[in-house]
């Protein structure tokens, strides 16, 4: 077997930790960690419920998220969701069959997810940048990203290595706000998302 082979059938062991950019951030802020599938996820920090009356965003740049070019457009789903980057070039975010699995290229460790929930979620959106009606695509915290919503969540994907500079700049804008950053399974919670709410089973990877 070749060595490029190898890499291609390769899955995170027992003993493989995935972090996402954003978790020293959330680390610092004093977030609680499980691991869900190979990903260490913060799903609870002190107050987030309490954050959530207002505005709080959590990181889930655990979910897969696969590369797709070509073909038809996927469609949106309970378990997933689709991101228009370009036309003919979609990020499916969550579960995908066989056939999207063979055509997509799991690009899940180079876009992180922010959701934000909460009554002051747009205001905060609009703060961000010119993105105010998601779902759009533009400057997010001065960044290229894209934005939609799902449920009673804004979901911003963002290239990775911008991933802990749209964390402060969230932190930053939500401290006025009386909001700030949370845990994934407090935000699964308030927007009742079934994509999220699979995660405490595990369904990330």
Do not use: N, Y
Request: glycine share 14%; charged share 20%.
């Amino acid at each position: 077997m070749s060595a490029l082979a190898a890499l291609g059938g390769w899955e995170p062991g027992a003993g493989v930790t995935l972090r996402s950019a954003m978790h020293h951030r959330f680390r610092a802020a004093g977030a609680t960690f499980e691991r869900r599938g190979a990903w260490e996820v913060p799903v609870a920090l002190p107050d987030d419920m309490a954050r959530l009356e207002r505005v709080g965003f959590a990181d889930a740049s655990s979910l897969t998220k696969l590369d797709l070019r070509g073909g038809d457009p996927p469609a949106d789903g309970r378990d997933r969701a689709v991101v228009t980057v370009s036309p003919g070039r979609w990020i499916v975010i969550g579960a995908a069959d066989a056939e999207l699995g063979r055509r997509a290229l799991d690009m899940t460790g180079a876009w992180s997810l922010l959701v934000i929930a909460g009554p002051e979620a747009p205001r905060l959106l609009r703060r961000l940048g010119p993105v105010a009606d998601a779902a759009g695509a533009g400057p997010l915290a001065g960044v290229v990203g894209r934005v939609l919503r799902r449920h009673d969540g804004i979901w911003a994907l963002t290239a990775s290595e911008f991933a802990q500079h749209l964390f402060d700049v969230c932190t930053d804008l939500c401290a006025p706000l009386g909001g700030g950053p949370v845990g994934l399974d407090a935000i699964a919670r308030v927007t009742a998302d079934p994509l999220l709410a699979g995660l405490p089973a595990g369904a990330a990877r």
